[in-house]
């Protein structure tokens, strides 16, 4: 198997080492959550990375919890010197486990909200305008990777982000939208469906969806989500 | 001699500051920008556009949402006034589109198709750093009055502040936090204008309409209905999906 597709969970794995490597940070992990709370399935480069993000969530509390709350990053550069009251039971746990430094992406699109991706650091300091841009990709690539396990139809696709409808962002989106309407899926699905109709019929993602929006396509209901029958 | 009658100007200045300590909503707030500068110098339409991490220009709101209009800012990606001055981090003029096929081979010929037939760009600036622009475009060709521009600019710097909430920039990080969660937003935005154009059967640049006026109509935050339209519980909002 070792040269067949790798599963998502060895993808993600993949994704943190090397974010870990390229940052440089102590460790990297994806965490995925839903608006219920935080879903199983959370890979860490390492096995302390997985001790802290186990810990945030035990106490409900931290950069990651905060930043899928808020739809937006929270990058902490110095976690001895922030705000204490901010996370009274996190912060000197994190800080006794050797991380100064914590930032935390949100893996998302508009209001399709799949986890976040969590960077610790064992140095406090912020991340470089590079090593921001270069975590801010590797959280988009953890997005798509997580969008393509939300469709069987998808499965074990390179990774395709959004630039083949950079022209059309708007549309992509609005297609989303009323994909999750006509399909009644939800819109991470959505995303996964346009992206998977693009592939299999060879066409690039940005004119998939404008047909959608301008409706010359109406998506056909997945059939291998109907069971054995 | 500027074009803008002072009290109007004053009137402006004080609405948009209004908007920033009530409720917040950041799409509400730079439509309004937009809204607002269009009927102060008459012009034909204002967009306005930020940088994504990739340092690439994402269209964020506009004195008008029509489709063709989004099309316009959209090609900025790659040319077009807002990306000259988001790179250069100076004003853009474009006096005359019809000249500027050369200079804009994309740009100018749906510019034109569009109706419009000058355009300026200014860029949105922070502590040295440039965020993205905001283009100005009007239905007559010509040169704008330099204390045009200077007002134009004052609106775009209220607008830059206004985007990052914060009274004060604490720290760099709080800016990329604020750019990301406003890009986010917007992409809610359109999201929620397709599924009400589907649960409605109407087109997304009427789906952004019913949205509007919605959420102006129950006092509620656009980016609010926005996200609740594209929930799973869209039972408070029935009037609005028709479901």
Redesign the interface.
């Known amino acids: 198997m070792a040269s067949g597709p790798l599963d998502r969970a060895d993808r993600l794995r993949q994704l943190c080492r090397a974010s870990t490597r390229t940052l440089p940070a102590l460790g990297s992990a994806v965490t995925l959550m839903t608006a219920q709370g935080v879903q199983p399935g959370a890979v860490s480069s390492d096995a302390l990375t997985q001790a802290l993000e186990e810990q945030q969530f035990s106490f409900g509390e931290g950069p990651c919890v905060d930043a899928f709350a808020q739809c937006r990053p929270v990058l902490v550069p110095d976690l001895g010197s922030d705000r204490p009251e901010r996370w009274l039971a996190y912060a000197p746990a994190a800080l006794e486990k050797g991380v100064r430094a914590v930032f935390a992406f949100p893996l998302q699109i508009g209001a399709a909200r799949l986890g976040v991706l969590d960077v610790y650091r064992d140095s406090p300091g912020v991340l470089s305008a590079a090593a921001l841009r270069q975590a801010l990709s590797f959280a988009e690539i953890a997005l798509w990777i997580l969008l393509d396990g939300q469709s069987d139809a998808s499965i074990g696709r390179p990774v395709e982000g959004l630039e083949s409808a950079v022209e059309s962002r708007s549309e992509l989106f609005q297609a989303q939208g009323m994909v999750m309407i006509q399909l009644g899926v939800s819109l991470a699905e959505a995303m996964a469906r346009l992206r998977a109709h693009a592939f299999i019929e060879d066409r690039r993602l940005g004119e998939v969806a404008r047909d959608v929006v301008a409706r010359r396509l109406i998506l056909e209901p997945d059939r291998s989500s109907g069971g054995s029958g | 001699m500027p074009t803008v009658s002072p009290q109007r100007l004053a009137e402006v200045f004080v609405e948009v500051a209004d908007t920033l300590v009530d409720e917040f909503d950041v799409i509400e707030f730079l439509q309004l920008v937009s809204v607002r500068t269009v009927e102060l110098f008459d012009a034909g339409a204002v967009g306005l556009l930020l940088a994504d ?2 340092g ?1 220009l ?2 964020m709101a506009a004195s008008d949402e029509a489709a063709k209009l ?2 316009i800012f ?2 900025q ?2 040319e077009g006034p807002c990306l000259d001055a988001f790179l250069s981090g100076e004003v853009v003029s474009g006096p005359e589109i019809e000249t500027e096929a050369d200079r804009w081979p994309l740009f100018a010929p749906r510019a034109i198709a569009a109706g419009f037939c000058s355009v300026y760009a200014v860029p949105m600036r922070l502590r040295g750093e440039v965020i993205g622009a905001v283009n100005v475009f009007g239905r007559r060709a010509g040169e704008w009055d330099v204390e045009d521009l200077r007002i134009v600019q004052a609106l775009v710097d209220v607008a830059t502040i206004g985007l990052l909430q914060e009274r004060v920039i604490r ?3 709080v800016l ?3 750019l ?2 406003a890009l ?2 917007r ?2 935005i ?10 409605r059967q109407i087109s ?1 640049d009427e789906a952004f309409e019913l949205m509007r006026s919605f959420a102006r109509r129950n006092g509620r935050a656009l980016s609010a209905v ?2 609740t ?3 799973d519980d869209r039972s408070g909002i029935a009037d609005l999906t028709g479901e």
């Open positions: 991490e990739h690439e994402q269209f989004l099309e959209e090609v990606h790659r720290r760099g990080e990329t936090e604020q990301q969660g986010n937003s992409v809610v359109e999201q929620a204008k397709g599924a009400l154009a589907q649960l997304v926005a996200q339209v594209v929930s």
